[in-house]
């Protein structure tokens, strides 16, 4: 028996995230951080940089799952930044 392998189904970014549970803008941010790769989890519709960005929604999905088990950090490094300067804040009241 033979399985067939199924082609992505690419779809705009409010679709995207609405399917997702995030905002457009985290979306574009997780792209922006490079938790989202290009030609793996987006792709532009046509080759101009001024073409709109489709994402391959069970691909995107397997990315959060990843980053979620590995930690804030992976998702949103900026947290990592924050987790610092806040614990210096805390200590310095101490």
């Known amino acids: 028996m033979t399985t067939a392998m199924t082609s992505p189904i690419w779809i705009g970014a409010s679709q995207a995230a609405d399917s997702l549970g995030i ?12 938790l989202l790769k290009p030609g793996i989890h987006w792709r532009r519709k046509t080759p101009s940089t ?5 994402y ?4 995107c999905n397997q990315a959060m799952a ?4 590995t930690g804030l950090d992976a998702v949103e490094p900026i947290w990592a930044v924050v987790k ?11």
Request: glycine share 6%; proline share 3%; aromatic share 6%.
């Open 23 to 34: 905002s457009i803008s985290t979306i574009y941010r997780w792209r922006s951080s490079g």
């Open 50 to 54: 001024n073409s709109p960005v489709l």
């Open 56 to 59: 391959d929604l069970e691909r």
């Open 66 to 69: 990843t980053a979620t088990t």
């Open 84 to 94: 610092t300067a806040t614990a210096k804040i805390g200590s310095a009241n101490v």
